[in-house]
Each structure stands twice: as C-alpha cells, then as structure tokens.
C-alpha cells in the first residue's frame, strides 16, 4: 500500500491451501468478499472512466478557447473526445449504445504534425522520459548538453547540410520566422551597408524601411512579424490583427496542380497577359515539373523578367530586406503547388541583389514532400531556414532557425547589443531535442522507416497513382496536389461556398470521420496527411474511403444544387 | 542481445560451480577474459564519456547560435558543460585535473523558470513519458482530452480563480501575449462599436490605430507583437528589431525598493515635481507597501490625476485598446519592483475608460513573488491574463492566456472570421498539459512542498531577514528587492559600467560560478532564484555565498577604481 501510494488499489487473499488434495472450495468461499471486492472495484472504475469520458464534451465547450474555432457553432457533439493514441490513429470515443472505443486515422494531426508510427511513438516516449529524468530543465546560453548538440549535429548534417553552419533553437514555427527575418534583415543591412558597428543603439537617425519579398498565399505563422511577411488575408484583417500593415511586396506565383489526370501550369494574370502561349502548358508527369533543364526553358527566362520588374521600380527608402518563401507548397494557403522553377528564379534574382532567403520549411521539412527538406526537391538553398512541426515527430514544440555562416558573422562585435537579442526560456530544452534526435534518425533509417528508398534519399510513392488519377478526374474536384505525405483536393465550388470561412467541406469531412478518417479543411480545400513511415497500403485505404464518401457527397449535393435550381424557378 | 538491441554489451559468464567446497580458483581462472573485457568496455566506456564531454565546448562554440549570446565574446572555457541535472542543482563537469562532475544550484535557469525540487522531477519525468506513449500527438480545436482539460480546470480554480472563464493554449509567453493583446484589441473595439457583425472582413475602410498602454521598462516579449507593446530599449533599436515602432503610450511608473535596510519609494519625474514630500517617502516594511489600505492615501489620488491626464488628451484616430502590465515585477527590466498602489491605480482607471486590462504573469506565476498569481499579491484581477515558465514545473514549453467570459463573447458570432484566428502545432499538447497539472498541484500542496503556509496561499519567507538587510547595505548595493523565490540587487555602477550591456558584474558572477552558483546578470542587476520548493536553508547559503563574493569582488573593484584614478593623474 505504501509503495502504491494509494493509486492502486491492493487486495489480500488468504493463503492458498498446500494440500494438494484439497478441493479449494472453502478457500473460494473465503476469498469471495475479496473477488467482490475486485469485481466492485473494477465496475466502478470502468464507470467513472466512462463518466468522466461522457462529461468532457460539455466541460470541454465550457471552458476551453480552441484556436481557429468558431465556438457558436461547435454543438457538444461535434466535439472528439480522445481517449489516447496509437502511432498514427488515435482511440475515439463514442457516446453511444456501445460507449466504445473507434480507431480513427489521423489524417490532419494540428497543423501537419503527423509523424511517428506505433513503434516510433513508444521510442520517443521512452527517450523523452528518460531526458526529463536526466536532464530536467536546462538553460542554453554559453552552456553545451548532450542532447541540443547531438541535434544540432543531425540539422547541420541533415536538412542543413551543404550550406548551413549554425543552429538557432525556438519553440514554433512563428518564432523561428521571427528570428530567420531579424537574421536576414542584418545581414542585408550589414551587406549594403545601411548599420555600421558605430550605428549600434542609435536610435535618433532615422532609419530606412525594410520590406520582405514574398508570395501571395503564403503564410509563415500567427504572431505578428510572421503575419507582417505574408500577404493581406482572411487572417490579417483589422478584426483579427489590427497591428497588422503586411510589411513586404507580395507576388503572384504560378502554380502547378493535377487536373483532369493532367499535371497543369497556372500562371498568374501579369505573366499570363504577355506570353499566352504558357496559358495551357501541361506536364506530362509530376517528375517533370521538377526537372532542372526547364532553367533553360523560354519560361524560366519570362519568370526572370516577371521578378526584375518588381524588383527594380525606384522605392525611395524602402529596401526589400529578405526573401521569405514556402518552398513547393504553400500550406495553409490552401495546398497550393508553386512552380518549383519559378521559386529557383526568384531565389536566384533575389542572391543577384543581396537580398537573403529565407525558406520556411516548417510544414514542408522533414519529409512532408517526401524528401528530407524540400529545399532538395527545390535544387537550390537558401541562406536561413526554418524547421518546427514534424521535426519532434509531432510529439513537443520545438523549432531551429538554421543559417549560413555569412548570417552568423552579420552578428558578431565586440558589443553584446550586435548579438542577436531574441530567446525563450525553453531554448533547446532537453527533451525536445532528445525527441528531434530520435525522430530524424528513425525517419531517414531505411531499417526503421520502410518507406525510404536506400541511397535514394527519399520516400517511395505513397499516394497509388491510379486512384490519384481518378479523383482528379472526379467532376467535384476542381483540382489535387499529391506529393510526399500530402494529397489534397480543392472542391468545385462557387460563390459564398468557396474561401476559408466556407462550410461546404463539412459535410464531406463529417462523413470521413464516421468512416474513421478524421480530418479538417481548408475552406473548400481537404487533405488527407500520413506520416513518412505510414505502409502505402495505408494511404491506399485511404484513398479509397476518400473516394468513396466523395461519390455519395457528390450525389447527394449534386441532388441538393439541382433542387436549389428548382426552387428558384 | 536481441532484447538489449546491441545497446548494451552482454557477457556470459562460465557456470559456477555447484560444488560448494569448490575453492573457485579454476572458475575465476575460466573466467577472467570476460572480467577482463569487462573492464575493458568500462575503462572504454568511461573515456569515451570523457572525451564527450571534452569535445563539447568546442563543438558547441562551433555550431550552436546562442540566443542573447555575443559569441565574439565567449571562448571556449566560459562554455559550461552540463551533463545531467537533479532538482534545482545541475551537474557541470570541468576540465580540470580530476575531470570531475561538480554540482552547481541553478540561481537563474533560462529565464527564470527554475522550479521543481529533485522529488518533483522524478515524477514530472514519470508522468511526461507516460504522456508521451498515451497520447503522443494530439490535435486540440475541437476535440478533448484529459490532460488538456484537467490542466484547464486547474487553472481556472487556481491562478484564474474568481475571474477567468476560459483557457486559450499557446507555447511560450511571447505567443500567449500576442494571443492577450488580439483579445484585448476585439474586446475593446466591440465595446465602443468600432467593430460589427457587418464590418468583418470588410478591409477597404480605413481603420482606427489601436494603441496599449504599458510601463516603461517592462518586457512581454522578442516577438514583434509583443515588442510592439513594450517601450523602446536596447532589445527594440533598428539593428534588433527593424520592424520594431513602439505601439504604446509608455508610463514612468514609482518604483520600490530596499536601500541600506530601509524599504523606498521612487517616484517619477512628472509626479515628483508636483509632490515633493513623496521623495523621500519610506515604508516601515514590505508588507505595508503591499497593504490594502493605501487605496485611500493621498499618493493614491496623485497616482490616479497623473495616469488620468495621460489618457484625456486627445488622440485623433488612436484608442487606447488594452493596459498590460507585468503585476509587481518587470523582470527582463532589470527586476524592478513597481509600486502596487500605483499598479492598482491603473487597473481601475482602465476599468472606468472601458480598456481591457492584461497581466502579464509569465514570470510573476505560479509563487515566482511568494503566492500563486502576483495578482492576488496586488489585489486586484485583470480581464486577460499569460502565463507560460513555471507553469509545467521548467520542463517543457506551454503558455496560457486566460479570459473573462466578457472578453470571450466579443469572438462568438455566426462568421469564422470572427472567431480568434491564432494556433499553433503543439497547442494543448499532452506531453505539456501533464507536467503543468503536475507542477500546479504540487507547488500548492503543503504536503508536498513545505515552504508552502497552509490555508495561507503564500510561500513563508525563503531569504533571511537579517542577511537581506546587510546585503541592502553594502557600499557595492544600489538596490535589494527579495519577494518570493526572487532575491535581486543593482550594483553600483557609473557611466559605461551601466545598462543591459554592461560587462560589470561578470567577474563577481564568475567568482559565484566558481563557489557552486550558476547566475546571470541582466546587465549590472545580478539575482538568485530559487524553486517553489527549496529549502530556506538552501537560500540561506546562496545568500552567504552572494555576501561573501561580493565582499571580494568589492575589495578588488574598490582597489582597481583608486588606481585608475592615480593613473589618470
């Protein structure tokens, strides 16, 4: 009793007879208040956890503030209750006849963690206690521990390697791109010579404007330098940051996507006006998008006209500070598709002027493309990058800023206020590092990860390509994007059912949950999102049930839209 | 082997000898090539371990970027190797003759989180990994889970007691107050109509400019919405913080202190003038400065005439939209102690003129100031408040930003768009939720911590009266303030020696490294902290350790001070 604690309950049985001979019934007899016992104890467990199970929706809406919800319209059965997680699913329960249990596969996790599989999960569960147990709280600064340099080590020589020699640990994507645009603004600064180490703490000169470069649908997180770096949207009205002014020149990007089975190019209204030609250019695989010999295309040429505009209008006293880009996919966006070229030319016009770049790789890195960092797919790298989400396996916040070594050296003098003065408390916290470390080895270890492709630095194809195929042929389907651990889909939609407040995807999604696949939209865009160890049999499953529930919402909002026509008649 | 997965050698030892009158010599004849290698793999194992350890400074100066960190400074010895931690004391191994493992009490911890008591740790640990397996990634927005919500229910009867209805998660202090200041902004523009249903997402009109109103000095943190808030320093120059404007009306606000054993108060320029006999006003303890009764003094009513003329003037477009403030303490400041009358003062002006009041309690939480909130310290609540730090004991990141139902309804409506539109991955992560249960639970539990007075909801007092006293009067001393698990004293200094960049105290706070003190200076402000938990007679010694150095780096300083002046003769 004292070495439980009282959190388990312990029950005496008398002494079991040690006659051979004897036919137990007398020890039964004593020993059954004992079984009651039991029997009573464990009742009222099962029912106080099925209570307690029960009353969470009602408290959950009582008192929680999710984020991105709409409270009014959340009803206490729309709420999940999880009662635990298992690799890639996780264990529903179900306030019904049965009061199970339901596996569901999580296909979204919180913004795109999605990682580690069943045995990964329990390896980092281990490793993570273990950290706790060692190294409790542990502060950064001047200071070296096993388990932030082992870390470094693996970014340096992983998503960094080949350009990156420092390592700047955070806690979120926001704050990572927080601290990559102050790295990349001094640099520049530094370059042309705008601060000199006499400028330092200067503050009665006035100072020029700096802007950011970046992509229109781009999006680098919720705090507002992050917000400030993307261009104005849904999320940076007054009503949501009235801080908000969108502190750069945000361009049009052309985008790729699958369309009808065919892999298609979209160029924006600017390009698109001068060169008509490109208007209907398809792809005659995914692979192709990515080929480097389309840098000598006429395409990539007009790309470079297209960016040299913008770049060389007069702006009085602003500059244009630092490249900021989400490398092939604009997440949050909507699972936008940039063409890879167009990204590699702007990389290229913007390292021609001095201007640093930033690639945000805080959803797109560590597989979620399929390879490592998506810098690889991209064929170029940039001087800052940032890494979060998948980089713990989705199990604890963490993130790394990493940078060349020319960033590094904008900062160093001999006065503390050139240092870079940004930091957490929980900068490189043990345990989140002794997580990253186990999580990018298991996921790059072809013993642990099936899915890589030996030598071959990255996954093998997890999306089957046929049933791709046939969605995107799907008359709902407006578009699809299937790439590394990602597929999603835009549904065709029209007028107030299109953009992110739209409701039109719930149905869809609804009908996914019941079906065990739980996700979340985008507006009218839905994605479903494996881990980079998920089996391809999975994903096929998956896709299945996705197709499925599409052909039943089709015809029954097919139904509904017909009858809407009706009813105005 | 297999069970071990090579992770730990295996050696088979021959059988011994049933014979019991066997003198053995033959079995340990047999045996010795495996005792042998037995040695081996330690005598391995033990270099191996060393040479680690060795090499880590270097490595560590090679490729970690320190946050707050002038890496041109720093060589390779100032670089302290941790190799494991226990309770408030980490182990640091010196590479000296003996190579050995030195404790060291953690006096600052990164950025003051220092919390749990050896106990404690073991069982965050425990709980952590248990999390960590049962749970691993788990999405928040709608959905629920016990950790989140248990955490959640905590808070709210704890440190949100009496005021605060709802929970919104984030991970570190600068994202719960960019969280903090968005609810402030809405509440307040609903409250006085500059926003309505109608207006959401219109962005053609022009919008009012929404300004806070904060306390010089104050911190709330390095990301740009929480830099905006807080008045321009060395952290907020154009070389930090480009972006950086200053969206706030800044208030000098009276400080208290500890001067030669006698509790002062310090009054600002603007109020100063216009009493005089407040100058030199003195306390005839720390509790009085605290005593409620001061709401009816005379300086209660000059407070309020000097804060109200600061918010009639007119302001054109510009609102006041939130008043944030760190309650009793600004930390980052250089850990000065605000006058609580006047703070009080501030809460009720704002209360009249409708602007939402946040606290920022991200370091002042969870009994950092001797009581559970620093707001039942100063007596009054807020409408908003952050807390992150010590909340899951120093482990692992998470913050929280608490709210009224008032401020919660200004986000219901029919729109998404109206909902509070900020996330991040990890939010609510369980890992997170566990270790703050844990932790809140048991910093409050006078069974678990004995500092703990019980029904009294406050720590007893950890630093020696007496001690502090003679500390205060030290020629060295400008200043003392020790409230809680803080103890903190200004050196005096003189032109260069002053401000956060000051390289003054670093040889006293090496002198304090050398005697098994771990501290950090905030410029020419050095401080100890403890944990909740630790013992007074753990702070005892850290005091007599303080005195003892200080009474050195005196007699050196003092010495070297006269011959500068000789040699400027």
Redesign the interface.
């Known amino acids: 009793m004292a070495y439980f604690r009282n959190r388990i309950p312990v029950l005496v049985l008398p002494h079991v007879p040690e006659d051979l001979s004897n036919d137990l019934m007398e020890w039964f007899s004593d020993s059954r208040s004992i079984f009651d016992m039991l029997k009573n104890i464990m009742k009222l467990s099962y029912l106080e956890r099925m209570q307690?199970l029960l009353d969470?929706?009602k408290?959950?809406r009582d008192?929680?503030?999710?984020?991105?919800?709409?409270?009014?319209?959340?009803s206490e059965d729309?709420?999940?209750?999880?009662?635990?997680?298992?690799?890639e699913n996780?264990a529903v329960f179900k306030d019904q006849d049965d009061k199970s249990l339901n596996q569901t596969f999580?296909a979204?996790?919180?913004?795109?963690?999605?990682?580690?599989n069943a045995s990964l999960?329990?390896e980092?569960?281990?490793d993570?206690?273990?950290a706790?147990?060692?190294?409790?709280?542990?502060?950064?600064?001047?200071?070296?521990?096993?388990p932030?340099?082992e870390c470094?080590?693996l970014l340096?020589g992983g998503v960094g390697e080949g350009w990156a020699?420092?390592?700047?640990?955070s806690?979120?994507?926001?704050?990572a791109i927080?601290i990559a645009?102050?790295m990349a603004?001094?640099k520049f600064?530094v370059d042309i010579g705008l601060?000199s180490e006499t400028?330092?703490?200067?503050?009665s000169e006035k100072?020029p404007?700096?802007l950011v470069l970046a992509l229109k649908g781009s999006y680098h997180?919720?705090?507002?330098?992050?917000m400030?770096a993307q261009s104005?949207s849904?999320?940076t009205?007054?009503?949501?940051?009235?801080?908000y002014t969108g502190?750069g020149l945000f361009l049009d990007p052309p985008t790729v996507f699958l369309h009808r089975s065919v892999w298609k190019l979209s160029l924006p209204a600017m390009i698109h006006n001068k060169s008509f030609a490109y208007d209907k250019m398809m792809f005659s695989s995914r692979d192709e998008i990515f080929c480097k010999s389309r840098d000598e295309s006429d395409l990539s040429g007009i790309y470079s006209l297209y960016i040299s505009q913008h770049l060389s209008g007069s702006m009085g006293s602003k500059y244009i500070?630092a490249l900021i880009i989400e490398p092939v996919i604009q997440g949050a966006g909507g699972m936008l598709m940039v063409d890879p070229l167009f990204q590699r030319v702007l990389v290229n016009e913007c390292r021609r002027r001095k201007i640093p770049v930033i690639f945000d790789e805080v959803f797109t890195g560590f597989w979620r493309l399929g390879t490592e960092s998506a810098a690889e797919l991209l064929g170029c790298v940039p001087d800052i990058a940032c890494f979060?989400?998948l980089m713990t396996?989705?199990?604890?916040?963490l993130a790394v800023t990493l940078?060349t070594n020319a960033v590094?050296t904008a900062?160093?003098?001999?006065?503390?206020?050139?240092?870079?003065?940004?930091?957490?408390?929980?900068?490189a916290?043990a345990?989140?590092c002794t997580a990253a470390t186990k999580s990018i080895k298991w996921f790059k270890d072809s013993q642990m990860n099936p899915n890589v492709i030996p030598q071959g630095k990255m996954l093998k194809e997890l999306w089957d390509f046929e049933l791709v195929t046939q969605i995107s042929s799907h008359p709902a389907v407006e578009r699809v994007i299937s790439l590394g651990t990602l597929f999603a889909l835009e549904l065709q939609t029209e007028g107030s059912d299109a953009g992110?407040?739209s409701m039109y995807a719930r149905a869809l999604l609804q009908m996914l949950r019941e079906d065990g696949v739980y996700m979340?939209p985008l507006g009218n865009v839905i994605y479903l999102m494996c881990g980079p160890c998920t089996p391809p049999e999975i994903c096929y499953q998956l896709l299945v049930k996705l197709q499925r529930n599409l052909e039943e919402f089709y015809r029954v909002h097919a139904r509904v839209e017909t009858s809407a026509i009706v009813g105005a008649k």
């Not at 806690?171 to 704050?175: A, C, M, Y």
Request: with cysteine.
């Open positions: 307690t969470m929706p408290k959950a008192i929680f503030w999710w984020p991105f919800t709409q409270h009014k319209i959340v729309d709420i999940t209750v999880i009662d635990s997680r298992y690799g996780f999580d979204c996790a919180s913004w795109w963690t999605q990682g580690p999960q329990t980092l569960a281990r993570m206690g273990y706790a147990a060692r190294f409790g709280h542990v502060m950064f600064p001047e200071n070296v521990y096993e932030a340099l470094a080590e340096l020699s420092r390592v700047y640990f806690d979120n994507g926001s704050t927080e645009l102050k603004f001094r600064c601060v400028s330092i703490g200067d503050a100072q404007e700096l997180g919720d705090t507002l330098g992050a400030e104005p849904c999320y009205g007054f009503i949501q940051q009235p801080w502190r500070g979060a989400k396996g989705g199990m604890i916040p940078a590094f900062f160093l003098g001999d006065s503390k206020l050139k240092a870079l003065l940004h930091g957490h408390s929980y900068t916290h345990t989140g992110y407040a979340r």
